[in-house]
């Protein structure tokens, strides 16, 4: 049942600008939330949330997040987050998070931090762990 011809919107020339600035304010959004949930499952502080949040929004102003999945660029966040707090997050705990592959998110890992340059501390530290009866 065709009522007449349907006329296309007429859009003003501050278009593209207004929707730029909503897919931002958009993906900020949907960033702020991703990382909560994420983090909630991770048990980590506000702190390291918010964090995570300030890594967020600068990797999307560099542009970062063009061509990667947005679950792999919050993991990444959320682990430079884990790596400069001194949290005992693994990446492997964010991989089997969001089931993907682990050298996946390390390499986006590596990308966002050397693109922010921030210098994560190194890991793979060894602690000996002694227990109180134990004979050394």
Do not use: W
Request: proline residues 4%; hydrophobic residues 40%; positive net charge.
């Amino acid at each position: 049942m065709s009522r007449g011809p349907v006329k296309a919107p007429v859009l003003g020339t501050g278009f593209h600008t207004s929707l730029g600035k909503e897919s931002r304010a958009q993906t900020l959004q949907n960033g702020k939330r991703q990382i909560h949930n994420l983090g909630s499952q991770l048990q980590l502080n506000q702190h390291c949330l918010d964090t995570a949040f300030n890594f967020f929004k600068m990797v999307v102003s560099k542009h970062l997040t063009r061509g990667r999945k947005m679950a792999h660029v919050i993991a990444a966040c959320l682990y430079l987050v884990c790596r400069t707090e001194g949290t005992p997050h693994m990446l492997l705990d964010l991989s089997d998070l969001l089931q993907v592959n682990v050298y996946i998110l390390g390499k986006t890992f590596l990308l966002l931090a050397r693109e922010l340059c921030i210098n994560s501390p190194a890991i793979g530290k060894c602690y000996k762990v002694t227990f109180p009866n134990e004979q050394i």
